[in-house]
């Protein structure tokens, strides 16, 4: 199969090297021959790492690196089977691309965009022919996440999804299957981790440390909430909360924090800057978690069970299975359990109760139970999956 991929950035360089990795030859095109540059550069080092590490001989880690070519010229996707851009995020600058793109590639050409944020039937649109188009959105670092969310547009036609999750499964990913909706779903469910907890903080109820050390400790996340938004950077979190509010026509669900504002303008904007919740610097001392059991439980409860409420509406709205909805969060976002599972085992009327507490004791929207959670309460059903 032969792969185009536009963009050499991060996720263009990423997603190129899966696809080499399994043996595809792959093109990568992009504006900057600079940018062509430091993604050969990348994957080289990326090669030489693994090389030292065992993974595989050098013969194997030059056959990966001549799957891949790097041209500046459009034109040279001409026999692409299968195209995926992953330019900047402009919309306008993705039809642009995608029109010309279609003057270029074979009739039966899958052309596929790695946005995060923009609705896949407005890119589609760009073609003349959109029931080629989808949505393949890869997760950073595309070589190491495993998740991979493949989203059809209202045009596109049933062969081309088929096609699709198949061959990125070829690639050996996880593939889950999403509504073309704001956020897919990881990017939709995963809101409360940082909502929730931003507002916990904001209420005064616990402090960054010890929220963090809570949803590690009791709930067995890798990195708690605002670690979390650091390592991502505050910036890039606020923007993606700020684009699903806006998105859902402004559900107080997803309403952004005020304080995570003010860190992305202050340029507190996490490891990357050296301050952001935490100060990197060297040396630099961080306050220390209460570690205490009541507290700790209950910012667990309600950041868990605000996730769950999540992640049931997601399955409530057909947004996608229950089973792709507990993949994407474990593969997507590593969390250690599926939330539905994770519901099952708490006890959906257990979730329905807590959610309706915290509903009756701030009258806010964001708080409303899914209708779904209050049903199978009442009928006694659990999620299957
Ligand atoms: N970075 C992430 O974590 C992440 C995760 C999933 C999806 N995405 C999506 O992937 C896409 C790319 O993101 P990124 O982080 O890799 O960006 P990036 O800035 O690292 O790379 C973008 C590349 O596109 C090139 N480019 C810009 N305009 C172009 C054009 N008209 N034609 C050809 N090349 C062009 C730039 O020169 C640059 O090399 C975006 O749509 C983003 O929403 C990003």
């Known amino acids: 199969m032969k792969v185009g991929v536009i963009g ?17 030859k792959v093109i990568v095109y992009d504006v900057k021959q600079e940018a062509l540059n430091k993604s050969k550069t990348a994957l080289e080092k990326v090669m030489n790492r693994l090389v030292e590490k065992g993974k595989f001989g050098t013969n194997r880690a030059e056959e990966i690196q001549n799957n891949i070519s790097y041209s500046d010229q459009l034109q040279s ?19 642009n691309v995608f029109t010309e793109l279609e003057g270029i590639v074979s009739e039966n050409c899958i052309i596929a965009s790695n946005t995060s944020s923009l609705s896949i039937a407005s890119l589609a649109a760009s073609l003349k022919k959109p029931e080629r188009f989808i949505g393949i959105h890869f997760f950073n670092p595309a070589p190491l996440m495993k998740l991979v969310e493949v989203v059809p547009a209202i045009q596109t036609e049933e062969s081309v999804l088929n096609k699709t999750k198949e061959t990125i499964e070829s690639w050996g990913k996880v593939v889950v299957q ?13 809101r409360p981790f940082y909502g929730e907890a931003l507002r916990i903080l904001e209420e005064g109820i616990a402090d960054v440390a010890t929220i963090d050390w809570t949803m590690k400790e009791i709930g067995g996340f890798r990195m708690g909430p605002f670690e979390l938004m650091d390592f991502i950077g505050n910036d890039v979190n606020y923007t ?3 684009t699903v509010f806006k998105a859902f026509y402004y559900d107080a669900r997803y309403k952004p924090a005020f304080t995570q504002k003010r860190l992305s303008e202050a340029g507190y904007l996490g490891r990357k800057s050296g301050r952001g919740y ?6 630099a001392s961080n306050p220390k978690p209460k570690q205490d059991e ?16 999540e992640a049931a509406d997601t399955l409530h ?5 229950a089973k792709d909805i507990d993949l994407a969060m474990t593969n997507g976002v590593n969390y250690p359990k599926g939330l539905l599972a994770w519901a099952n085992e708490i006890g959906i009327e257990k979730c329905v109760t807590e959610l309706d507490s915290l509903f009756n ?6 708080y409303r139970c899914s209708p779904l959670l209050r049903k199978m309460a009442r009928n006694g059903e659990v999620f299957s999956l």
Do not use: W
């Open 294 to 309: 009541a507290l700790a439980k209950m910012v667990f409860n309600r950041v868990l069970v605000m996730l769950i409420n």
């Open 361 to 366: 004791e701030y009258h806010e929207e964001r």
């Open 8 to 24: 050499s950035g991060t996720m263009g360089s990423g997603i190129a090297q899966v696809a080499s990795t399994a043996n595809c």
């Open 317 to 321: 709205m057909n947004i996608a299975s």
């Open 178 to 190: 999403a509504k073309d909706t704001p956020g897919f779903i990881v990017n939709k469910v995963a």
């Open 240 to 242: 993606v909360t700020e």
């Open 77 to 95: 996707f001409e026999s692409c089977d299968l195209v995926i851009e992953a330019i900047v995020e402009n919309p306008e600058v993705k039809r």
């Open 278 to 283: 935490y100060n990197y610097a060297e040396g």
